[in-house]
């Protein structure tokens, strides 16, 4: 606010001439005298300059000043005239009552009406009585001092959970709260604590009384909440939040999770979701929010020791037959692809148009466990674009849908170009159409490890390099690649940092009217033929399956009914993954 009035320096206090110079006087000659101070007393040297400048400082002067005015004032006897300016303005109020009709007179009395008047006379009063301290009424004499402490604590909790679950203690046999939901109500009130007894909710005693029962009858009520506890013991204090970041590679709702704790108390997902996690205190129900959701009350989710044990105590899909790993990869067979998993390289063996195997053994499926994942924020970088990978089953249009993308801008992408044992033609060129090698070379490779995916066709050795793929990479195009699900294990790297979209079929009505119109066709013993009913259905069969085995690897699901509207949601998604920051695997980002 500007100041328009002049002021003078300590106007406030009005400071006597005299006073302020003898003041100075008394500094000066205490400063004059450390010197001999010191030599009797053998100060160190750096001890007296600090006092020097202590003493000379401006802030201990006006301190001074401020000492001496003050206590020039506490000898004058001031008070107030009267200590009832409460009942004066009673009194006043009920007269200006009988006069009515006059402005003033209304005037005033509106004024005295008002609350804060009303206060500021009962303050007067309070500072006239000098009555500054609260009232503590003493404790009668047979109040036994070891009986236990109770607080009584209002909780307003508005169309919401209390934020908070309720155990029994088997040991004391009574009610405790087992942990606090950060951002709910009662971690929004600060007075409820982990180990707190519960005696009474809104006056009804609930000692003896099931958590379950509790529960519900905290459900009935909205509003505000009282509750009387027996305080805990070992109260732990603020806990700060937890920064992790993880991706959920499972579906989970927590009214489907007979062991949860409290069901509302639940944080229900969807696999792919990005889930902050706000507490682990607990090693077995963690607190997290979804991230980006506005709601600030965290939910209770299976931590991953408690996800993984029930992972293996049922697990239904990996023992039934119909999602074995030979009854996946004979449904999968018949486009170039990995086709099975074998760390044998075949040789005198001749396979059907089936090739492609992963370097990755049947293991490693079997015993995989899938949780979560530890994510971060990354920002994509121009000049390492991350490839594009297109999965999904023989026939749905992976193939049609990569050539349309790359036609759309040859500029901006590119594919790898594959190695092969067989004998060049008289119009390719190495290099652009394959990389021609001897068959000696490219095992040799594959033992190593240089290879994505590898198969044998018609007795020669065809596969897709790592190298080749990171060398599109820091060419500065986006590579596009339709492989094998398998081949995505391999793919997953921090040095290639794929962003995995899953072609998915439509329902069977959508996919057979669809690839009627087209004229859809699909090559069998190196013959086109149309999709039989048959093949159509096993398509969807094949990406159920794929779905459940190899989901928590998708980035993006794309159904492609019309290829019209597939490339358009196709394009969308890679202009997205070129400019807009992800979540991707902790260890990717740090890379």
């Not at 006069?99 to 008047?117: N, S, T």
């Amino acid at each position: 606010m500007p100041v328009t009035l002049p002021l003078k320096p300590w106007g406030f206090f009005h400071p006597d001439e005299k006073r302020d110079h003898q003041e100075r006087i008394d500094i000066q000659n205490l400063v004059a005298s450390l010197a001999e101070l010191q030599h009797r007393l053998s100060a160190k040297d750096e001890d007296v300059s600090f006092l020097r400048h202590f003493l000379r400082s401006k802030d201990i002067q006006l301190l001074l000043r401020v000492f001496n005015k003050v206590s020039s004032y506490a000898s004058l006897q001031l008070g107030a005239s009267s200590d009832s300016a409460v009942s004066t303005g009673v009194s006043v109020y009920n007269t200006l009552r009988k006069h009515k009709h006059k402005p003033h007179v209304d005037e005033l009395r509106e004024i005295m009406a008002k609350p804060h008047f009303q206060a500021l006379l009962y303050t007067h009063d309070k500072v006239a009585c000098r009555d500054y301290e609260p009232k503590l009424f003493s404790l009668p004499h047979e109040v036994n001092e070891a009986e236990e402490a109770v607080k009584v604590v209002r909780i307003i909790k508005n169309e919401e959970p209390l934020g908070a679950t309720i155990q029994r203690n088997e040991k004391k046999q009574s009610l405790e709260i087992a942990r606090i939901l950060r951002g709910g109500a009662a971690d929004r009130s600060g007075l409820v604590h982990v180990g707190d007894e519960i005696c009474e909710v809104n006056g009804t005693n609930v000692q003896g009384c099931d958590p379950k029962e509790v529960v519900q009858l905290l459900a009935k009520f909205s509003g505000p909440v009282t509750l009387k506890l027996f305080p805990a013991d070992n109260n732990k204090g603020i806990m700060r939040e937890s920064k992790i970041r993880l991706r959920a590679l499972f579906d989970y709702d927590p009214f489907d999770d007979p062991i949860i704790p409290c069901p509302e108390a639940g944080l229900s997902f969807q696999k792919g979701d990005v889930l902050q996690i706000v507490s682990q205190e607990d090693p077995l129900w963690w607190q997290a929010r979804k991230e980006g959701d506005s709601n600030l009350r965290a939910g209770l989710i299976p931590g991953k020791q408690l996800q993984e044990r029930k992972e293996i105590l049922g697990r239904p899909l990996l023992s039934d037959p119909r999602y074995s790993d030979a009854s996946f990869h004979k449904n999968s067979t018949g486009h170039l692809s990995p086709c099975r998993i074998s760390p044998q390289i075949p040789k005198s063996k001749k396979l059907k148009k089936t090739m492609y195997h992963v370097t990755q053994n049947q293991v490693y499926d079997s015993e995989e466990i899938i949780t979560y994942e530890e994510v971060q924020l990354y920002y994509p970088k121009p000049e390492f674009p991350r490839p594009i990978v297109l999965v999904g089953p023989h026939g749905v249009g992976r193939n049609e849908l990569k050539r349309r993308l790359m036609s759309s801008n040859t500029d901006k992408f590119q594919e790898v170009v594959p190695y092969t044992t067989r004998l060049k033609k008289p119009h390719e060129l190495d290099g652009r159409d394959y990389h021609f090698v001897s068959r000696d070379e490219m095992e040799k490779g594959i033992l190593l490890n240089r290879f994505v995916e590898y198969g044998e066709y018609k007795g020669n050795l065809y596969g897709s390099s790592i190298d080749s793929i990171k060398c599109v990479i820091n060419s500065g195009k986006v590579c596009v690649l339709t492989p094998h699900t398998q081949a995505l294990k391999f793919l997953r790297t921090a040095d290639i940092k794929p962003y995995v979209i899953f072609i998915a079929p439509p329902s069977f009505e959508v996919l057979k009217n669809t690839r009627i119109e087209k004229n859809a066709r699909h090559t069998v013993n190196d013959v086109p033929q149309p999709f039989t009913d048959e093949e159509l259905q096993k398509m969807i069969t094949t990406a159920k399956k794929m779905s459940i085995r190899y989901g928590h690897f998708f980035d993006k699901i794309i159904v492609n009914g019309q290829i019209e509207q597939a490339i358009k949601d196709l394009a969308h998604v890679v202009e997205l993954v070129g400019k807009e920051p992800q979540y991707l695997p902790a260890n990717w980002v740090q890379y």
